[in-house]
Antibody, heavy 120, light 111 residues
Framework: QITLKESGPTLVRPTQTLTLTCSIS??????????VGWIRQPPGKPLEWVAL???????RFSPSLQNRVRITRDTSKNQVLLTLANVSPQDTGTYFC????????????WGPGVLVSVSS | QSVLTQPPSVSGAPNQSVTISCIGG?????????VHWYQHFPGAAPRLLMY???YRHSGVSDRFSGSQSTTSASLAITGLQADDEADYYC???????????FGGGTKLTVL
């Protein structure tokens, strides 16, 4: 059974760094073609892609966030970490991690999401 | 403003059919990148419905179908049911932006 679950702080102060963890089971982060991405949804707005890490550790970022975002993985713990620096209230939203299947490059399994608020 | 354009809302009566469009351009759908569709209930995880324009994800009802044209894609839902009421998103890749892209989402209301 493939599952993903996000965890992290629910409240972050402006200018701080947000770190979120995606814990994975049912597949390996090292399997060729399997990638993990982060997607967020600000309140009342559509889904927005944030970052992606490939099976070979290649990293890709949203152009609008690439100066502030990093994505790493720990294969021994089956975890993918997202860090977003210098957060502002515009970073408030629900953050989802999802598996991107190399075949057709679709996000086929998603975590339930974690709601993060950026506020002083 | 999303690179993939979807109608903000569509509606239909029970048992009727609706179609949701996803209009792209030459650097995404027109460049040959696949389109996928997701169903999203507020407060829940998005769910993959269709991938590669026309392939139904495991467990998805055959009331859902997808189609493609040169720079656009469509999701059709037949035999509308009350529990189809959700937000629907298309997703692809854009080579000019070098980014995964989502449409702006379409809210389906079952009257």
């Amino acid at each position: 059974q493939i599952t993903l679950k996000e965890s992290g702080p629910t409240l972050v102060r402006p200018t701080q760094t947000l770190t979120l963890t995606c814990s994975i089971s049912g597949f390996s982060l090292s399997t060729r073609g399997m990638n993990v991405g982060w997607i967020r949804q600000p309140p009342g707005k559509p889904l927005e892609w944030v970052a992606l890490i490939d099976w070979d550790s290649s990293e890709r970022f949203s152009p609008s966030l690439q100066n502030r975002v990093r994505i790493t993985r720990d294969t021994s713990k089956n975890q993918v970490l997202l860090t977003l620096a210098n957060v502002s209230p515009q970073d408030t939203g629900t953050y989802f991690c999802a598996r991107r299947n190399g075949h057709f490059q679709r996000f086929d399994f998603w975590g339930p999401g974690v709601l993060v608020s950026v506020s002083s | 403003q999303s690179v993939l354009t979807q109608p903000p809302s569509v509606s239909g009566a029970p048992n009727q059919s609706v179609t949701i469009s996803c209009i792209g351009g030459p650097s995404n759908i027109g460049a040959g990148f696949d389109v996928h569709w997701y169903q999203h209930f507020p407060g829940a995880a998005p769910r993959l419905l269709m991938y590669g324009f026309t392939y139904r994800h495991s467990g998805v009802s055959d009331r859902f179908s997808g189609s493609q044209s040169t720079t656009s894609a469509s999701l059709a839902i037949t035999g509308l049911q009350a529990d189809d009421e959700a937000d629907y998103y298309c997703q692809s890749y854009d080579s000019r932006l070098n980014a995964v892209i989502f449409g702006g989402g379409t809210k389906l209301t079952v009257l």
